[in-house]
C-alpha cells in the first residue's frame, strides 16, 4: 500500500516562504512521476507542478513559475515543495500525488496552506 503524507503547511503572511513535504511509504518514489495539487475552496484541484522520476524535468503551472520549486530526494523517499512569494491567492490545501506517468494513482491526505494579506 503506498501512502504519501504532507507536511509542512501553516499560516504565513504574503511575501513569505514554507516549505511543503510529501513523504511517501510503501514502494520507492523513483519509480514514480511525483505533482503537487492544491484546491481552494469551493474552486475546482489544480495543478501546481510535477518533476520526472530523476529530477532531470520539472513542469509549474503559470501561475507559480519562478515562485515554485520543486525537488525530490529519492534516497529519503520524499517529495519538496518550496514557495516563495506567497499570496493570499494561494491559499489551498496542496496534495502531493504519484504516478507512473500521465495519471496520478497515489494521493495525500494535503496539508493547509493559508497566506494573509
Known amino acids: 500500500q503506498v501512502q504519501l503524507v504532507e507536511s509542512g503547511g501553516g499560516s504565513v503572511q504574503a511575501g513569505g516562504s514554507l516549505t511543503l513535504s510529501c513523504a511517501v511509504s510503501g514502494r520507492a518514489i523513483s519509480v514514480y512521476i511525483m505533482g503537487w495539487f492544491r484546491q481552494a475552496p469551493g474552486k475546482e484541484r489544480e495543478f501546481v507542478g510535477s518533476?520526472?522520476?530523476?529530477?532531470?524535468?520539472?513542469t509549474y503551472a503559470d501561475s507559480v513559475k519562478g515562485r515554485f520549486t520543486i525537488s525530490r530526494d529519492n534516497a529519503k523517499n520524499t517529495v519538496y515543495l518550496q514557495m516563495h512569494s506567497l499570496k493570499p491567492e494561494n491559499t489551498s490545501v496542496y496534495y502531493c500525488?504519484?504516478?507512473?506517468?500521465?495519471?496520478?494513482?497515489?494521493w495525500g491526505q494535503g496539508t493547509q496552506v493559508t497566506v494573509s494579506s
Open positions: 500525488a504519484a504516478g507512473p506517468g500521465i495519471e496520478y494513482n497515489f
Open positions: 518533476i520526472t522520476y530523476s529530477s532531470s524535468s520539472t
